[in-house]
């Protein structure tokens, strides 16, 4: 992975802690960081917040469930964004069902109607 790789991987992930870190402080700072890491790590925050948490309440404190909820939602959004999608993304590039930018550009590209 290049170097510009790595930085963006680490600052996503820094971002996303200090995002996480915000949402807990309290009062307009908590609300406005609060939909910036729903935003930040969507999908999975959405899931956690508004599905799972009031579930994972029932078995724990707050306390044990916010840290843990907010762990769980970084790293799983970070597989999705770092690890799956560029996954799906290459193995259907290979295939050939996506067009590079050029290609979409200069209409070289395979459409679904060309044999």
């Not at 009062?27 to 960081?33: A, K, V």
Request: glycine share 8%.
């Amino acid at each position: 992975m290049s170097r510009a790789g790595v930085a963006i991987r680490a600052g996503w992930v820094g971002l996303a802690l200090l995002f996480a870190y915000a949402s807990t402080l309290g009062g307009d700072t908590s609300i406005l960081f609060g939909w910036v890491f729903l935003t930040w790590t969507a999908p999975f925050s959405i899931l956690w917040w508004f599905y799972l948490y009031d579930f994972a309440r029932q078995y724990m404190s707050a306390a044990a469930a916010q840290p843990i909820g907010l762990i769980s939602v970084i790293v799983l959004a970070y597989l999705f964004w770092f690890v799956l999608v560029p996954y799906v993304w290459t193995r259907a590039r290979r295939r050939g069902n996506l067009a590079t930018p050029s290609e979409a550009d200069t209409g070289r590209g395979r459409s679904r109607n060309s044999s």
